[in-house]
């Protein structure tokens, strides 16, 4: 159809194959379910050529896995769009944004609210911008780029609990959702109108477009599994409409696979310090501060839980999570002194 004008028009038990080529303007070519005849489905191929073009999805209930196809059969296309009528699942990688867009290198993916979307590993997060009046959030992976837009701004789409986008997910994203509450600062976020606007955290961590407790504790909850434990990137970010609250009591937090020693009894006021002047500190002498230091970073995290599931105290738990992190910066400087041959010079 161009306009109302019909161009082509056939039964569905009378195509096997449809095979679209694009000019130079900027073509949306929009499929719909189009389902199976035969126990065959039809298949599409579309290239784009010049401009700027769009591959869209009408229905719901559909999967577009882009690694699949072959490699004439989907190019020169910029954005493909997957909102549909429902739920929809796609999924793609870095090499295969390469093949869609090989001149700009640069994938843009429109989404809502409870579909699925596979970007595939190795991306690097990049600060969202504001384009045509939307958020529109950024990764990349060498000179590729891929770019989405969702319903939901203030939720990080490539894995909705790196708050900071830093690509791990760690106590620092649970400490900055707890000194967001801290600061009265709960409630609904707001679409930014502007670059002025933009989130510069990813607070919205179950997508509800609201900042909460919930969201804290949902890192939480994450965090005490052994894959959240280890603090850092998992396989498999969980999906942004996968997120959901903890059910049940919350269990005590486990931080032991944060400390690369075991803990002691040794109090933090009686941590070996710096005196004035330079001198020479035994391996011993290390070997017992650094086991102080994450003794007493356990005992910062366990007064975190004890604040947040027992008594909701974010002030509390908040200023605790944040001396734990300085503390953990200096064990881990202590850290790296043990693992050379050299005494350490303070």
């Known amino acids: 159809?161009?306009?109302?004008?019909?161009?082509?028009?056939?039964?569905?038990?009378?195509?096997?194959?449809?095979?679209?080529?694009?000019?130079?303007?900027?073509?949306?070519?929009?499929?719909?379910?189009?389902?199976?005849?035969?126990?065959?489905?039809?298949?599409?191929?579309?290239?784009?050529?010049?401009?700027?073009?769009?591959?869209?999805?009408?229905?719901?209930?559909?999967?577009?896995?882009?690694?699949?196809?072959?490699?004439?059969?989907?190019?020169?296309?910029?954005?493909?769009?997957?909102?549909?009528?429902?739920?929809?699942?796609?999924?793609?990688?870095?090499?295969?944004?390469?093949?869609?867009?090989?001149?700009?290198?640069?994938?843009?993916?429109?989404?809502?609210?409870?579909?699925?979307?596979?970007?595939?590993?190795?991306?690097?997060?990049?600060?969202?911008?504001?384009?045509?009046?939307?958020?529109?959030?950024?990764?990349?992976?060498?000179?590729?780029?891929?770019?989405?837009?969702?319903?939901?701004?203030?939720?990080?789409?490539?894995?909705?609990?790196?708050?900071?986008?830093?690509?791990?997910?760690?106590?620092?994203?649970?400490?900055?959702?707890?000194n967001v509450l801290n600061e009265g600062n709960a409630g609904q976020l707001n679409a930014p109108m502007s670059a002025a606007e933009l989130p510069i955290y990813y607070l919205d961590v179950n997508g509800d477009q609201f900042i909460s407790p919930i969201d804290v504790l949902i890192g939480i909850n994450f965090l005490n599994t052994p894959a959240g434990s280890s603090e850092g990137e998992a396989p498999e970010p969980p999906m942004s409409s996968a997120l959901s609250p903890p059910s049940g009591d919350l269990t005590p937090l486990d931080f032991s696979l944060l400390a690369a020693l075991p803990a002691s009894s040794a109090d933090e006021n009686t941590l070996l310090r710096p005196t004035s002047g330079c001198r020479r500190t035994s391996s011993r002498e290390l070997l017992t501060a650094t086991t102080a230091l994450w003794s007493a970073i356990e005992a910062r995290e366990e007064a975190v839980h004890h604040s947040l599931a027992s008594e909701w105290r974010f002030g509390d738990a908040g200023r605790e999570l944040s001396e734990a992190d300085n503390l953990r910066a200096e064990a881990n400087e202590f850290d790296e002194a043990l693992a050379t041959e050299d005494d350490w010079l303070f």
């Open 1 to 178: 159809r161009s306009g109302e004008a019909v161009l082509f028009q056939r039964l569905r038990t009378e195509v096997s194959e449809l095979r679209f080529v694009g000019g130079d303007g900027n073509e949306i070519l929009a499929v719909g379910d189009l389902g199976l005849h035969n126990g065959q489905a039809i298949d599409i191929t579309f290239d784009g050529q010049a401009g700027t073009d769009t591959f869209r999805l009408l229905d719901s209930a559909q999967t577009l896995d882009l690694t699949s196809l072959p490699s004439d059969g989907i190019v020169n296309v910029e954005i493909f769009d997957v909102v549909g009528s429902g739920q929809n699942e796609l999924i793609l990688d870095a090499a295969t944004v390469r093949l869609l867009a090989p001149d700009s290198k640069r994938l843009l993916v429109r989404v809502k609210s409870g579909d699925e979307v596979s970007f595939g590993q190795d991306w690097m997060v990049d600060a969202p911008a504001f384009i045509g009046g939307e958020t529109v959030h950024q990764q990349h992976q060498g000179d590729t780029i891929l770019q989405v837009v969702s319903d939901r701004p203030w939720q990080n789409p490539f894995n909705g609990l790196d708050v900071n986008r830093d690509g791990t997910v760690s106590p620092i994203d649970v400490l900055i959702g707890i």
